[in-house]
């Protein structure tokens, strides 16, 4: 497989504008991004006709014209006020930018432009940091970065009436490739993204920071540390299950926040064997673990002042002589013994041991993102993850951060009468159950790992159906990566002051 350094030095655009030296044919194309309580300079308009001029008067979210061999676009920033929901779907300034050039920008580059220009006007910061993150998301392609990267290569040139321009260009940099990075590492292959090569890439990714100590647990260790969940998911697969833990210490004495991944790097269902058209994407069943490593990335390349666990349970859930068996009763490295209902429900049981082995150390909360039920989709749709928490304070936190960056999820009840659905006569419990609610029971089987720790669960999709917004193809969505850094910006904001 490609060396991570590879293609991580092919991910990264919006930081290496100043060298692009484009090319000699194609459109030059000049965007314009009008803010909210702003209005456009009458020098941008020297081109457009009475008609355009109208579209802008009457507030057009976006207008476009060609004079000459020079494309214009004018994008406008809308008022939307909130109605419903408690605002929570609300476009904020960030979200509402990010959209807005991302689906302006990918129909740009479609075209082969020979230069770019984007100029902002206006006084909001996070309209102009959304508008740069959207362009470093819709550059984004697969093809693009792997197996040879293909970069674009037009002259850039971003502008803005902001003084802290500078500062807020780089900081969208850093955001936009963690967002990137957790869709490429769902867009890759399940042949060339497996547990052994997962596992070398994280290590080669954040073992050279001074801030950042990575430890990997292999299966021998594993099984040393009774992680039995985790390594009978895994005990079928050609390559074995292994747990990283990635650990950042940017703040001071005060305890870490820790993060947990569903890494399962393919999804077969075990031998309760998911039908063909389920099976078919499940490549991107590690998606949490890609959101988690995004996240990873991020706090790291903005040296966050704020300790960080990140812990991934990698393995593949394979169909073999050596397959975990429905009616199993396996004892986890917390001692509570589980009986196998679903060979199919696994991710819950990886991440239940590192759920464990993160609380051990008594964090001051423990955040767990997995692709871990079909069930959340039917409720919520593919856009937006559902959020579990035994924290009113930290949820509503999580709720708040996600409409900020317009990464929204929606918190879902750990309903107190569906628990007693978990028992078992022959274990302490079950790993999941039949009938209707398995979202939230598959959330009380992880609120029982969590040892009264702060806790919340994503549970995602990680993945966009097509086009849309800042993504320019289907494929990995980076899915909470922009609320979580938000959530931990604020954080460290909290421990200073």
């Known amino acids: 497989m490609t060396e991570l350094k590879n293609y991580a030095k092919a991910l990264p655009w919006l930081s290496k504008i100043e060298k692009l030296k484009g090319t000699e044919s194609g459109l030059v194309v000049k965007m314009l991004l009008v803010g909210r309580n702003a209005k456009v300079p009458a020098g941008f308009l020297k081109t457009a006709s009475s008609s355009e001029k109208a579209q802008l008067k009457q507030k057009s979210s976006m207008v476009k014209w060609v004079s000459g061999n020079t494309e214009y676009w004018v994008l406008q920033c809308q008022v939307v006020d909130p109605k419903d929901h408690y605002g929570l779907f609300c476009p904020s300034p960030y979200a509402m930018a990010r959209d807005l ?53 037009f002259k850039t040139k971003i502008t803005s009436s902001l003084k802290s321009a500078k500062q807020l260009m780089a900081q969208a940099a850093v955001l936009g490739e963690s967002v990137n990075l957790a869709r490429f590492l769902v867009d890759l292959p399940p042949n060339l993204l497996q547990p052994q090569s997962y596992v070398k890439l994280l290590q080669a990714h954040f073992s050279k920071n001074a801030k950042t100590k990575v430890t990997v647990w292999d299966a021998a260790r594993l099984k040393k540390e009774k992680m039995g969940l985790h390594l009978a998911v895994g005990q079928a697969a050609s390559q074995e299950p292994q747990m990283v833990h990635v650990e950042y210490r940017g703040g001071g004495k005060e305890k870490p926040i820790a993060f947990v991944g569903k890494g399962i790097t393919f999804d077969a269902g075990g031998l309760d064997i998911k039908p063909a058209a389920g099976m078919r994407n499940m490549k991107k069943d590690m998606g949490g673990s890609a959101s988690v490593a995004g996240l990873a990335h991020w706090v790291v390349q903005s040296r966050l002042e704020l300790n960080c666990d990140f812990y991934f349970a990698i393995a593949e859930n394979a169909v073999g002589t050596e397959s975990f068996r429905p009616g199993d009763v396996i004892t986890s490295r917390s001692g509570k013994t589980v009986e196998i209902h679903n060979t199919d429900a696994e991710g819950r049981l ?117 086009a849309k917004g800042p993504f320019a193809t289907s494929g990995g969505s980076g899915q909470v990566v922009q609320a979580l850094s938000h959530f931990l910006e604020q954080e460290a904001q909290n421990q200073k002051s």
């Open 101 to 153: 050039v991302g689906t302006c920008f990918r129909q740009i580059i479609a075209g082969e432009p020979k230069s770019f220009s984007m100029e902002h006007v206006g006084e909001s910061e996070d309209e102009f940091l959304g508008a740069c993150v959207g362009l470093e998301m819709a550059q984004y392609r697969f093809k693009n970065v792997w197996p040879k990267a293909k970069p674009l290569n």
């Open 350 to 466: 990886v991440l239940a041991d590192s759920l464990t082995v993160a609380t051990e150390k008594k964090p001051q909360m423990v955040i767990d993102v997995a692709t871990l039920t079909g069930a959340i989709k039917v409720g919520l749709g593919g856009l937006t993850p559902g959020l579990f928490s035994n924290s009113d304070n930290l949820a509503e936190c999580l709720l708040r951060s996600g409409q900020s960056r317009g990464d929204v999820c929606w918190r879902m009840p750990l309903v107190p009468g569906e628990k007693s659905r978990l028992k078992s006569d022959v274990a302490d419990m079950v790993n999941c159950t039949d009938g209707y609610g398995g979202a939230v029971t598959a959330a009380l089987f992880l609120e029982k790992f969590t040892d009264g720790v702060p806790w919340a669960h994503f549970d995602i999709y990680a993945w966009m159906d097509s």
